[in-house]
């Protein structure tokens, strides 16, 4: 198993661009998550979803969206990228024991 | 969900065992104990988790005291690569909204 893959790694933004952070899991896992860690800090809740077509919100969803069309893939889209967004994206998904299993994260900068 | 408390840094030799404190002293009896660490840059990772009897994995071995207050996590031979901040949390495992609050945890550092 790959577990859970983020891409890209790396993103250097400007100001009102937009984009699409991708997250893809093979363990067959209904619950996905999005966080965002900025530095020194703890991981803030984004979206999450439940399953295939059921997201929902988590503590700080604006300026992001979210779709789960498969149960594999959980794409973040950015739609007006804001330097406030500058932070590190981890994606996750849910195990049968309620852990939680990490992608390697993309490290975004807004300009 | 119940608030921990770990030290802020700890160093342990490497080969050694090391062993690693939480404090969680508000825990409710439907509340599971979760070890992740973070190496720098790096998406966290799961450890170990357990309810009240101790659990054993390929990584380490988690001890949680008999009126659960406090667990340890023992990772049995450290090494360089071990270096991380470990994180003890403390939550109802399946519940929908998961609002993943790692505090500051504790910073083990891997000496050779």
């Known amino acids: 198993n790959a577990g859970v893959t983020q891409t890209p790694k790396f993103r250097i933004l400007k100001i009102g661009q937009s984009m699409t952070l991708q997250c893809t899991q093979d363990?067959?896992?209904?619950?996905m998550y999005w966080y965002r860690q900025d530095p020194g800090m703890g991981l803030k809740l984004i979206y999450y979803s439940v399953g295939a077509g059921i997201t929902d919100k988590g503590e700080v969803p604006n300026g992001y969206n979210v779709s789960r069309s498969t149960t594999e893939d959980f794409p973040l889209r950015l739609e007006l990228a804001a330097p406030s967004q500058t932070s590190v994206y981890f994606c996750a998904s849910r195990g049968q024991g309620g852990e939680q299993y990490f992608g390697p994260g993309t490290r975004l900068t807004v300009t | 969900d119940a608030k921990t408390t770990q030290p802020t840094s700890m160093d342990c030799a490497e080969g050694r065992a090391a062993n690693l404190p939480c404090n969680h002293s508000t825990i409710s009896g439907n509340e599971y104990v979760y070890w992740y660490r973070q190496i720098h840059s790096q998406g966290p990772q799961y450890i170990i988790h357990?309810?009240?009897n101790n659990e054993t994995n390929e990584m380490a071995s988690l001890i949680i005291t008999e009126d659960r207050k406090s667990s340890t996590l023992i990772l049995p031979h450290a090494t360089l690569r071990d270096t991380a901040v470990y994180y003890c949390?403390?939550?109802?495992?399946?519940?929908?909204?998961?609002?993943?609050?790692f505090g500051s945890g504790t910073k083990l550092n891997v000496k050779p």
């Open positions: 363990m067959n896992h209904n619950y």
């Open positions: 949390i403390v939550r109802v495992p399946l519940d929908n909204f998961n609002k993943f609050y």
């Open positions: 357990g309810l009240k």
